[in-house]
């Protein structure tokens, strides 16, 4: 049995909001296609995207999902996605995974965790261009399907900035 089969698949529209900061996260969600992102908004109203999530990825607030804590992120679908539901109720039933479901979810969040430490130190001490690089190394499906807000938004700067590291990425 592998995870990617073992629940319910659906169909997500553009612009769906699958979590909304201050909800319980019942589930995980893995992207079979399409793309997911979570995002927060800070007092001022404006976002701030914490990761996508593409093909293979899986994405959820851990914290919320785990510890039945409200979330502190939103989950939308920045794309018309197919994606497999995991519930909380699927994972504390931990007896009906076989053991390689366990490690490929395993796999996934821990592979999530990497890249939003990653993330973290590159916000803390990397240059713009440096976290545009990260953001094409991490998620190279992405650049060419992504509108530069959201890109630019997910690396911190404005989408005239983001332009203008990719036009001086381009003459190099």
Not at 4 to 31: E, M, R, S, W
Not at 49 to 66: G, R
């Amino acid at each position: 049995m592998n995870i990617i089969n073992l629940n319910k698949t659906v169909t997500i529209p553009k612009g769906d909001i699958l979590l909304k900061q201050g909800d319980i996260a019942k589930y995980g969600y893995f992207v079979k296609s399409g793309c997911l992102r979570s995002y927060t908004i800070d007092h001022l109203g404006k976002e701030h995207i914490m990761q996508f999530a593409p093909e293979t990825w899986m994405i959820t607030d851990l914290d919320s999902f785990s510890n039945q804590v409200p979330s502190l992120v939103y989950i939308e679908a920045i794309e018309a996605s197919e994606v497999s539901i995991i519930s909380n109720a699927d994972v504390k039933d931990i007896n009906q995974f076989e053991k390689a479901d366990l490690v490929e979810m395993n796999t996934k969040f821990r592979n999530n965790l990497i890249a939003t430490n990653k993330r973290i130190i590159g916000l803390l001490s990397a240059t713009a261009e440096q976290r545009y690089t990260n953001f094409t190394d991490t998620y190279p499906s992405l650049v060419q399907r992504l509108p530069l807000k959201l890109i630019a938004s997910y690396i911190g700067v404005t989408p005239e900035y983001l332009s203008d590291i990719r036009r001086k990425i381009a003459k190099n």
